[in-house]
């Protein structure tokens, strides 16, 4: 008792002392944006940076997590430029959803891009990687590590999907870039752009035949209980995750804070990209196992198969391999070709 008293005013102290420099600037709550709940992997990460953030500064910069992109009434376009604006403090967001601002982040979206997870560390890991995030923080926010939220495979409630001629006039939701809706539409469906929020009930009521997510997403959403029972593995992209702070938030701090954000960011964006590729990969398909007993067909794609969309997509990647910028492709193409390729 006596003890715990001492520790207690021992660390009132320690903080007094702390305060003079910063404490009129530093807000009593950190509000941090996801677009998912805080058991998806995507959440982990969230949950694992702000409680190491919390330990390591003792409580002076303490995060709140706000899943379901609620600080923007789940419209995850707008996350970034919330972001930017000061009413999100901290993200963990998405490129796919940061696209429309920073058109950069579209390169992941390039179809066939990434054949395996040695690709986009090549990117993410390298001068790619360092290059978007010099142009996030020209853009107005401080980026700080990488995660992942993963491959995104196609799930319908419909048929089994081995050709893209499988896919025509299937309705399909997509997210916010207008990359996504050039793909679909080049595949022959008939995609439609919702928020992740409007997807779930439009894939309950019918609205929508289908979607494409990580598994992660597809299993943590129990897609398979919305009919969602033909799931075609295709490993078109990955949606990489990015661990920011607003500027000025930034700026509040301390260096010594600011240090220890970062390493935060860093450790948790290393322990969530684990976390996001367990049970899906060729070593370990314990997730894919789980998912078969929901009674889902799970279609892998033969070469031939693969062929076909890599060439009917090929259009789509060349237009927006000019828009994102010739340069950026090429030096992404360049680490790709010169990695060391994922075991098989
Ligand atoms: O909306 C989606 O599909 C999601 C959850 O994966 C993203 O936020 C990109």
Known sequence: MFRTLFRATACAVALFAALPA??????AEYKLSIVVGTTFPWGQGAEIWSKLVRERTDGRINIKVYPGTSLVQGDQTREFTAIRQ???DMA????????PQVKELNLFSLPFLMPDYAAIDALTQGEVGRDIFARLDKAGVVPLAWGENGYRQLSNSKRDIKRPEDMKGMKLRVVGSPLYIDTFTALGANPT???WADAQPALASGAVDGQENPLSIYTGSKLYTVGQKH???WNYVADPLIFVVNKEVWQSWSEKDRDIVRQAAVDAAKEEIVIARK???RNDRALLDDIAKQGVTITELDQAGHDAFVKITQPVYDKWKT???TSLVDKAEKAIAARKPDAK
């Open 193 to 195: 752009q919702m928020s």
């Open 323 to 325: 828009q994102i910028g």
């Open 22 to 27: 910063q404490a009129q600037s530093y807000k």
């Open 86 to 88: 000061g009413v999100i």
């Open 279 to 281: 049970g899906v990969t």
């Open 92 to 99: 963990v967001g998405s490129t796919i959803n940061w696209s």
């Open 231 to 233: 799931l075609t593995l």
